[in-house]
């Protein structure tokens, strides 16, 4: 049987990073994505600059969406408009996703796409992991000293480890719809509409990606009916004048708590629960999820310590800072008059200060110290 010191589970962002970072520190590294890539996943796939740190390599231009994002527009529950400047990053996930793969396999990590881990056993007579894997229906496994999960909402790493974190059913969905035509709209802006009666979860988003148009919005309950009566305030607002291409949504039964893993099995990124609704993002978090979860390895290995308990220190920070995240977003959502004085012009401009200023202090900080914007 093959024996790896890591295998990684999930070809997105969080595994990538961490399979990569493994195996540039000399672990013998597997890394296996369950779709044949690239593989779509439905993510607007915004970020900040300092999103460049975290993974550790500057995203080549072609990578990136032709239209650059760089202008803000958000929208208040009282149709206050309110403008702001800064540069983000702007790609499709299956494009940004396969080139992470790429630097993981560069890095001398073993990369296996269509291949998913069906199953986890400890195997204690050597102290290993077994991992069983599935690969366009042959089965094969093989051994891991350590296992670490960035497999998503949907994480089976996690389901194993603690079922009772998953609902029987999902409790709500994302919507994206494509379109492609003509709008009276900013190709340069990511327009963020904070209204309840669009998103009661977060808020409701138009950007442009490419040739096409993203209008997507969120919600616990009933989201297709919160995704129509946005799309339709868009097109008559906007003066959309062409089709909808493609419909997208996702959902998740994962209850929204944080848990980093036990012993030698690590979770990452969504799989350990880490979006932040609050700011709107979880990509950030999967790539500092993988490369603390790589920091807590080598410490293990070179102390004798525990992995998962030197991951969750290394993460306590972050982990916190998402809780806070978590109950100011229940706070902001509780009424519109909430949303309204969060967005409140003095908000707004300590924000936008805070922005300019971690923005300027990023360039400098290490990885592990960045401000994660929004503030
Ligand atoms: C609609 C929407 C919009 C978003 N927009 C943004 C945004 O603009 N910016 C931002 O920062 N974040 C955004 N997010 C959040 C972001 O998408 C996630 O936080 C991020 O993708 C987490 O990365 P990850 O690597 O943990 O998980 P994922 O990206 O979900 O990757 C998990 C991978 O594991 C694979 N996998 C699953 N099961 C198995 C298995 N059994 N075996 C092998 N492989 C498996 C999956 O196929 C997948 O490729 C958005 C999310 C949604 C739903």
Redesign the pocket.
Same mark, same amino acid.
């Given at each position: 049987m093959e024996k790896y010191d890591v295998v990684v589970?999930?070809?997105?962002?969080?595994?990538?990073?961490a399979a990569r970072f493994a195996a540039k520190s000399g672990f013998r590294t597997l890394l296996?994505?369950?779709?044949k890539t690239p593989?779509n996943?439905?993510?607007?796939?915004?970020?900040f600059q300092y999103?460049e740190k975290l993974i550790g390599e500057k995203i080549p231009r072609e990578k990136l969406c032709r239209n650059e994002l760089f202008k803000v527009e958000i929208i208040t529950p009282k149709d206050k408009v309110l403008k702001g400047r800064m540069k983000m990053l702007n790609f499709w996930?299956s494009t940004f996703?396969s080139w992470l793969n790429s630097l993981a396999a560069d890095a001398g990590a073993e990369f296996h796409d269509n291949?998913?881990?069906?199953d986890f056993v400890a195997d204690k007579t050597e102290g290993k992991i077994i991992v069983k894997?599935s690969a366009e229906g042959e089965h094969r496994e093989v051994k891991a000293h350590y296992l670490i999960g960035?497999?998503?909402?949907?994480?089976?790493?996690r389901k194993k480890l603690r079922p009772q974190d998953f609902d029987k059913k999902a409790s709500g969905a994302?919507?994206?719809y494509y379109f492609v035509g003509e709008a009276n709209l900013d190709p340069n802006t990511l327009y963020m509409f904070y209204k309840r009666e669009f998103c009661p979860l977060m808020f409701a988003?138009v950007y442009l990606k490419d040739d096409k148009w993203v209008i #997507?919005t $969120?919600a616990n309950e009933n989201p297709l009916e919160y995704a129509d009566r946005f799309f339709n305030y868009v097109k008559e607002k906007y003066g959309l004048r062409g089709q909808i291409v493609k419909k997208?949504g996702?959902s998740s039964t994962l209850k929204s708590t944080v848990f980093l893993g036990e012993g030698r099995v690590l979770l990452?990124?969504?799989?350990?629960g880490?979006?932040d609704l609050y700011r #709107?993002? $979880?990509?950030?978090?999967?790539a500092l999820?993988?490369r603390l979860a790589v920091k807590a390895i080598t410490k293990a290995e070179e102390e004798g310590s525990e992995a998962a308990k030197a991951y969750e220190h290394h993460m306590k920070k972050f982990v916190k800072k998402i809780e806070t995240n978590a109950k100011r977003q229940m706070k902001r959502l509780s009424s519109n008059n909430e949303l309204e004085r969060s967005l409140s012009p003095l908000n707004m401009l300590k924000g936008g200060l805070h922005m300019l200023i971690a923005n300027q202090i990023n360039k400098i900080l290490p990885p592990e110290k960045l401000r994660f914007l929004p503030p």
């Amino acid at each position: 049987m093959e024996k790896y010191d890591v295998v990684v589970v999930g070809g997105g962002v969080a595994g990538s990073v961490a399979a990569r970072f493994a195996a540039k520190s000399g672990f013998r590294t597997l890394l296996v994505e369950k779709f044949k890539t690239p593989r779509n996943k439905p993510c607007s796939g915004i970020q900040f600059q300092y999103f460049e740190k975290l993974i550790g390599e500057k995203i080549p231009r072609e990578k990136l969406c032709r239209n650059e994002l760089f202008k803000v527009e958000i929208i208040t529950p009282k149709d206050k408009v309110l403008k702001g400047r800064m540069k983000m990053l702007n790609f499709w996930r299956s494009t940004f996703d396969s080139w992470l793969n790429s630097l993981a396999a560069d890095a001398g990590a073993e990369f296996h796409d269509n291949t998913s881990l069906i199953d986890f056993v400890a195997d204690k007579t050597e102290g290993k992991i077994i991992v069983k894997l599935s690969a366009e229906g042959e089965h094969r496994e093989v051994k891991a000293h350590y296992l670490i999960g960035a497999d998503g909402m949907l994480s089976r790493v996690r389901k194993k480890l603690r079922p009772q974190d998953f609902d029987k059913k999902a409790s709500g969905a994302t919507v994206n719809y494509y379109f492609v035509g003509e709008a009276n709209l900013d190709p340069n802006t990511l327009y963020m509409f904070y209204k309840r009666e669009f998103c009661p979860l977060m808020f409701a988003w138009v950007y442009l990606k490419d040739d096409k148009w993203v209008i #997507g919005t $969120g919600a616990n309950e009933n989201p297709l009916e919160y995704a129509d009566r946005f799309f339709n305030y868009v097109k008559e607002k906007y003066g959309l004048r062409g089709q909808i291409v493609k419909k997208e949504g996702f959902s998740s039964t994962l209850k929204s708590t944080v848990f980093l893993g036990e012993g030698r099995v690590l979770l990452l990124g969504d799989a350990a629960g880490l979006v932040d609704l609050y700011r #709107g993002v $979880g990509m950030d978090n999967a790539a500092l999820s993988g490369r603390l979860a790589v920091k807590a390895i080598t410490k293990a290995e070179e102390e004798g310590s525990e992995a998962a308990k030197a991951y969750e220190h290394h993460m306590k920070k972050f982990v916190k800072k998402i809780e806070t995240n978590a109950k100011r977003q229940m706070k902001r959502l509780s009424s519109n008059n909430e949303l309204e004085r969060s967005l409140s012009p003095l908000n707004m401009l300590k924000g936008g200060l805070h922005m300019l200023i971690a923005n300027q202090i990023n360039k400098i900080l290490p990885p592990e110290k960045l401000r994660f914007l929004p503030p």
